[in-house]
């Protein structure tokens, strides 16, 4: 790794995405629901995104393929709905641990998408990644089916992130990021539209008390995946910035224990047992994050 600092970036990205989620849930949970948080979300990812592109001036080389942008806005984009889903329909503390195992997925595809080799270092933080998420995964008493429901929608968002971050870092530097990741995030935002038709109710209709959590929180979605982009698309090394990303599980559930009462949440009445896989889990993150950075 060429630029240990760039590891910022997916840390800034963690920290951004374990407070999101504990505003959306809150914001859903507040009659918000799933598509139109989804829809506020990723339209404000896409007009962020947008003032990037008066930053672009070289013309495309010709190995770059013209649909690359909007492939991968395909995949974020299933993401985005799985991950809502993960969270309305189960636990933060669940949900968003378990969405770590992207970082398998993503050393697994870099050996077949990516030109460089995945380090043997760095597989075994995935593995230690993977591990930890599966403690916290079952750390949390809850309901059977809800639980599975939660891992279900948190596997499949983690599947579709894993293949989009891929096809970032593949073809991001070629295009330079000015130009990829306002076209995937433009792209994401056009897509949402095709939620429109199946609101419950017409967006106006969210009800006022949901705003002051949905708005800073779909903020926060967007900045910290602008921030992951900017790594991926810039600096590479898809699998180090994922394992880095990997400490949103830890860190939500650090906010779940210490601020989770302020946004009604209740999930740190987990348990003496839970809580001990939990500090386990830290450690295994801890170590991972160690043998990236060496």
């Known amino acids: 790794m060429d630029n240990p600092w760039m590891l910022l970036f997916p840390l800034f990205s963690a920290l951004g995405y374990a407070v999101s989620a504990l505003f959306l849930k809150k914001a859903m949970e507040e009659g918000a629901g799933v598509l139109r948080t989804g829809f506020v979300a990723n339209l404000t990812m896409g007009l962020i995104s947008l003032p990037f592109l008066a930053g672009h001036h070289s ?6 393929l013209p649909m690359t942008p909007f492939l991968a ?16 329909k189960g636990d933060v503390s669940v949900a968003t641990p378990l969405m770590g195992s992207k970082v398998i997925f993503v050393a697994t595809f870099s050996v077949f998408l990516l030109p460089e080799p995945v380090p043997l270092a760095w597989w075994i933080a995935a593995l230690l990644t993977f591990w930890s998420v599966w403690l916290l995964r079952i750390g949390r008493p809850a309901d059977r089916k809800k639980l599975m429901v939660s891992i279900l929608y948190a596997l499949l968002s983690a599947l579709s992130f894993a293949v989009c971050d891929v096809l970032v870092q593949r073809h991001g530097e070629e295009w330079g990021f000015s130009l990829f990741v306002p076209l995937l995030f433009s792209s994401v935002a056009l897509a949402s539209f095709a939620f429109v038709p199946f609101f419950n109710e017409p967006l106006r209709a969210i009800p006022k008390q949901a705003w002051p959590w949905l708005a800073p929180g779909a903020a926060l979605l967007a900045l910290q995946a602008m921030s992951m982009a900017f790594a991926l698309s810039t600096y590479g ?5 994922n394992v880095v990303y990997s ?3 830890i860190l939500s559930i650090f906010l779940v224990i210490t601020i989770g009462a302020y946004f009604g949440n209740t999930e740190r009445n987990a348990g003496s047992r839970a809580m001990t896989r939990r500090f386990i889990s830290g450690i295994l993150i801890l170590i991972a994050v160690i043998l990236v950075l060496l």
Do not use: D, K
Request: aromatic share 16%; charged share 10%; proline share 3%.
């Open 73 to 88: 806005a395909i995949f974020f984009f299933a993401g985005q709905i799985f991950t809502f889903l993960a969270l309305r």
């Open 237 to 241: 090394s898809a699998t180090a910035v």
């Open 247 to 249: 400490l949103r599980g």
């Open 59 to 64: 013309p495309l080389g010709e190995g770059n």
